[in-house]
Structures are given as C-alpha cells and as structure tokens.
C-alpha cells in the first residue's frame, strides 16, 4: 500500500466469465472519484505486450516484464482498476483491495459458451473455478485483510458488490483524511 496515492488501486480478479469487466465499468461509472478501467487482456493485445500467439489455447502469451513496466507509472498514480484472470504477477505494493469474484460452475459454464470458448477452454475454466485457483492465488499473493471474495451471480450481486467497493473507496479516503467524495 502506497502513502502517496490519492486513489486506490482495484485490482478485479476471478476466472474468466465471473464478471470482472461488468463489475470494473459499473465501478468506475458509480465511483465517488475518478477510476481508469484497465482490462488487461485488451491492454495486452492493443499495445503488444505478449511474446506470442497461443493458437491452441486462443490465448496471448503475455510478456509480464513488458506489461509491469507499462502498469508502473499508473499504479504510482493510483485510480486504476486492474481487471485481469490472474494477479499474482501483480507487485503487493501495488494493491489497495483485491477484489476476486466467483461463480457458480454451470452457470460460469454457460456463460463461456455464449461466449463461443472452445469446449477445452470452457472446461479448464471451469475446473479453475471449482478449485478455487484464482482465490488461493489472490490470498497467497496479497495480505488477507485486503482480499474480498465476492459472488457474481445475478443483477443484485453486481449491484450490490459495486455499492460495496463504492463504500470501501470513501472509507479509504477518509482514512487518509481526504474528502470522502
Ligand atoms: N453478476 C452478474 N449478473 C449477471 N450477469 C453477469 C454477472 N457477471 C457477469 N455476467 C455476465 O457474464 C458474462 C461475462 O461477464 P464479464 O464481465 O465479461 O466477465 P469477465 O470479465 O470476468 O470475463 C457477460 O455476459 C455478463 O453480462
């Protein structure tokens, strides 16, 4: 956790399908203050920070060093939401509240069909959410008191999670006795 920072850094994380990108721009609609989205996976393949295609897999292979250096200045800066599958490459330094969502498995399943994943990839998701891999990451990469797990279920979840993130970002402010709004 950074002194400097007049606003945090959110990290969203959860497997792909939970809802990471909805919660992260309804977050930065409803947002006391001013929070950059930052979907990594986009990032990664408008600015070119991977090492190669994966065709097997449909996936990027992303070079970690590239996008680190690329995230730092704006983590120093804070106001960011970092929405990404994984976030153990993420310094803990870097995190203010590390936010994983969760989701049941067939209706994760069901989503990563809409999608149009490949049934490999929806079952390995799938398996990833069972086991709970995204949350072991988060808790053995962060301090527990900062990891929230969270369900992204339906509508009230979203809002509710949001209003609760919402809630979290002035107490953080006024904290550090800045102006909650
Ligand atoms: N809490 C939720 N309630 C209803 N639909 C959701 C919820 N979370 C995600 N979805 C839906 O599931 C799909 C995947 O969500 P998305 O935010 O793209 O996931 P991620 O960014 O984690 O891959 C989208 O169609 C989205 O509308």
Not at 47 to 68: A, F, R, S
Not at 78 to 95: M, N, S, Y
Not at 123 to 150: F, G
Request: with cysteine; hydrophobic share 35%; glycine share 4%.
């Amino acid at each position: 956790m950074s002194l400097e920072r007049q606003s945090p850094v959110i990290i969203i994380t959860g497997t792909p399908g939970t809802g990471k990108s909805t919660h992260a721009q309804l977050l930065a609609n409803e947002s006391p203050i001013p929070l950059q989205h930052i979907n990594i996976s986009d990032w990664v393949k408008e600015k070119g920070l991977y090492e190669d295609y994966d065709p097997e897999w449909q996936t990027y292979n992303v070079d970690e060093d590239k996008l680190l250096d690329e995230l730092e200045p704006l983590t120093s800066a804070g106001g960011i939401i970092l929405d990404w599958h994984t976030c153990e490459a993420f310094p803990e330094r870097w995190a203010d509240l590390v936010v994983v969502l969760r989701c049941d498995h067939s209706r994760l399943w069901d989503r990563l069909e809409q999608r149009g994943y490949s049934l490999k990839k929806i079952e390995e998701n799938n398996e990833a959410e069972i086991m709970q891999v995204v949350l072991d990451e988060a808790r053995s990469s962060y301090a527990a008191e900062i990891v929230v797990e969270l369900n992204s279920e339906n509508t009230e979840d979203l809002e509710a999670n949001v209003a609760r993130i919402v809630e979290w970002i002035k107490a953080w402010r006024r904290d550090r006795g800045m102006e909650a709004n």
